[in-house]
């Protein structure tokens, strides 16, 4: 199985320092719906089912390193933008910073569950990366979350096929 699209990743650069486009990656990089979150769910479910099941639990572990491939690129947009790529993000109902914390990522130990909710939480990334690259004017920083899509997208296909031979 394959677990990144096999092209490279586009040259990490920006335009020019953007302390709000920096705020807006920090979202995909540690909040609630964030690469940060997606890593530590993974490797929870990763080490959940290894002794259940070595297929799914190896699945999850590569999708997981590929995730942080994600997080290193965000974070060294989020350095060129002009913040510190701490592990937060930025409230913006409450105008502050909220660091992040585990209190979201799913303990079931169900495997249709995890899978299921795996997907579901690609998907919000997307719908995530999409809204920003509509409010974001840099030709660089959209080009290199379109290439982050792709792998999301990719990861949505593996969790499926994960599901469907999971039924059989």
């Known amino acids: 199985m394959q677990y990144s699209v096999n092209k ?19 979202e995909d990089y540690a909040g609630i719906n964030g690469e940060l979150s997606a ?34 690129i965000l974070g060294k947009l989020i350095k060129l933008l002009g913040l510190n790529p701490e592990y937060k993000y930025f409230d913006e109902c409450e105008n502050t910073y909220k660091y992040w914390n585990s209190n979201t990522i799913n303990y079931t130990s169900n495997i249709k569950e995890m899978l ?5 939480i690609e998907k919000i990334a997307i719908a995530n990366y999409e809204y920003h690259i509509s409010l974001i004017n840099d030709k660089y920083i959209k080009e290199i979350l379109n290439r982050i ?20």
């Open 39 to 72: 890593i530590t769910e993974y490797s929870y479910q990763h080490f959940e089912k290894f002794n259940e099941n070595q297929n799914i639990a190896i699945c999850l572990s590569r999708i997981a390193m590929v995730e942080m491939k994600h997080l290193e």
């Open 149 to 168: 899509i792709e792998d999301e997208l990719l990861h949505i296909e593996c969790f499926k096929t994960l599901i469907n031979e999971t039924i059989k």
């Open 8 to 26: 490279p990743y586009p040259e990490i650069k920006v335009e020019r320092e953007n302390i709000y486009y920096a705020k807006l990656l920090l």
């Open 116 to 120: 299921f909710d795996d997907i579901r």
